[in-house]
C-alpha cells in the first residue's frame, strides 16, 4: 500500500514562513518526480513546484517563483517544500504528488502526471 503524507501546515502571518513536509510509503522516490499543488475554495488545484528525480532540477510556478524551494531526500523518500514570504492569496490546502517509476516528467505543472497524491494540509496566511 502506497501512502504520501503532507505535514506542516497552519496559520502563519503575511510575511511569515513555514515548511511542508511530504512523508512516503509503500513506495521508493528515488526514481519518481515529486511535485506540491495547491487548491483554494471555489477554486480549480494548482501547481507550485516540482523536482525531477533525474536531474534534481525544480519548477515553480510564477506565482511562487524565488519565495518557495522544493527539495527531496531520496534516501529518507520524504519531500519538503520551504515558503517564505507568505501572502493571503498562498492561502489553499497544499498537496504532495508522486509519479509512476521512471515516469515522463516533462510537464511537471499537469495533474495527470502525478499518480499518488496525499490528502493535504492546511496553509492559511492571515493578513
Known amino acids: 500500500q502506497v501512502y504520501v503524507v503532507e505535514s506542516g501546515g497552519g496559520l502563519v502571518q503575511a510575511g511569515g514562513s513555514l515548511r511542508l513536509s511530504c512523508a512516503t510509503s509503500?513506495?521508493?522516490?528515488?526514481?519518481?518526480?515529486m511535485g506540491w499543488f495547491r487548491q483554494a475554495p471555489g477554486k480549480d488545484r494548482e501547481f507550485v513546484a516540482g523536482i525531477s528525480s533525474s536531474t534534481d532540477s525544480p519548477v515553480y510556478a510564477d506565482s511562487v517563483k524565488g519565495r518557495f524551494t522544493v527539495s527531496r531526500d531520496n534516501a529518507e523518500n520524504t519531500g519538503s517544500l520551504q515558503m517564505n514570504s507568505l501572502k493571503p492569496e498562498d492561502t489553499a490546502l497544499y498537496y504532495c504528488?508522486?509519479?509512476?517509476?521512471?515516469?515522463?516528467?516533462?510537464?511537471?505543472?499537469?495533474?495527470?502526471?502525478?499518480?499518488?497524491w496525499g490528502p493535504g494540509t492546511q496553509v492559511t496566511v492571515s493578513s
Open positions: 509503500g513506495l521508493t522516490i528515488n526514481s519518481r518526480g
Open positions: 504528488a508522486v509519479t509512476k517509476r521512471y515516469a515522463d516528467y516533462s510537464v511537471p505543472a499537469a495533474l495527470r502526471t502525478y499518480t499518488y
